[in-house]
């Protein structure tokens, strides 16, 4: 998988106070390794194609390539976004219980898509059993055919964690630090 980065250099103001200077920095890769797996939900950003924004709380799995997966209604809004724009979405990830200040988040923009493989399907449920402790009786069969849901599989293309707070004119700015990952955790 090949992230793409949208700015060289140091945190400024002038490239959105996005770091890629430390991209391949293996504590940036670990950084974002954990908070990819100690969080259970996302929030998944989409959009109408004419530009209408929504935002959904997931409970979200994922493999050892960064993928992530949900299960949600066909009929909602959410999926119903992703089927009209060409999959395109964003992610946040991010542990919300904390004081101000000292957040630490993972951003992904990528594409998502309905997965359609009954194998694949089957893989998630024994992901979300794992992640989540509880025993589960579905299977792929309730994600497939003509089941009201379906399990979808985001790719991302560009990744980011927080970075640090930097001072510029007397105000703290909240940073991003580009990742490059290698293809599997």
């Given at each position: 998988?090949?992230?793409?980065?949208?700015?060289?250099?140091?945190?400024?103001?002038?490239?959105?106070?996005?770091?890629?200077?430390?991209?391949?920095?293996p504590?940036?890769?670990?950084?974002?390794?954990?908070?990819?797996?100690?969080?259970?939900?996302?929030?998944?950003?989409?959009?109408?194609?004419?530009?209408?924004?929504?935002?959904?709380?997931?409970?979200?799995?994922?493999?050892?390539?960064?993928?992530?997966?949900?299960?949600?209604?066909?009929?909602?809004?959410?999926?119903?976004?992703?089927?009209?724009?060409?999959?395109?979405?964003?992610?946040?990830?991010?542990?919300?219980?904390?004081p101000?200040?000292?957040?630490?988040?993972?951003?992904?923009?990528g594409?998502?898509?309905?997965?359609?493989?009954?194998?694949?399907?089957?893989?998630?449920?024994?992901?979300?059993?794992?992640?989540?402790?509880?025993?589960?009786?579905?299977?792929?069969?309730?994600?497939?055919?003509?089941?009201?849901?379906?399990?979808?599989?985001?790719?991302p293309?560009?990744?980011w964690?927080?970075?640090?707070?930097?001072?510029?004119?007397?105000?703290?700015?909240?940073?991003?630090?580009?990742?490059?990952?290698?293809?599997?955790?």
């Amino acid at each position: 998988m090949t992230i793409a980065k949208t700015f060289t250099g140091q945190a400024t103001q002038a490239n959105q106070w996005i770091n890629t200077a430390d991209s391949d920095h293996p504590a940036v890769f670990q950084k974002a390794k954990n908070i990819l797996s100690n969080n259970l939900y996302c929030s998944l950003s989409t959009c109408t194609p004419d530009g209408e924004p929504w935002i959904s709380p997931l409970l979200f799995v994922y493999d050892e390539n960064w993928n992530v997966y949900w299960s949600s209604a066909i009929i909602s809004k959410h999926s119903q976004n992703i089927y009209s724009n060409g999959g395109k979405v964003a992610i946040a990830i991010y542990g919300s219980p904390i004081p101000e200040g000292t957040g630490q988040g993972l951003y992904l923009t990528g594409t998502a898509q309905e997965v359609e493989n009954p194998e694949v399907a089957e893989q998630i449920i024994g992901w979300v059993g794992q992640r989540t402790k509880k025993a589960n009786n579905k299977t792929a069969s309730d994600y497939l055919g003509d089941s009201p849901r379906r399990f979808y599989r985001f790719v991302p293309t560009q990744v980011w964690v927080t970075g640090e707070r930097i001072l510029s004119d007397g105000q703290l700015v909240d940073t991003k630090v580009g990742v490059n990952f290698p293809n599997s955790l």
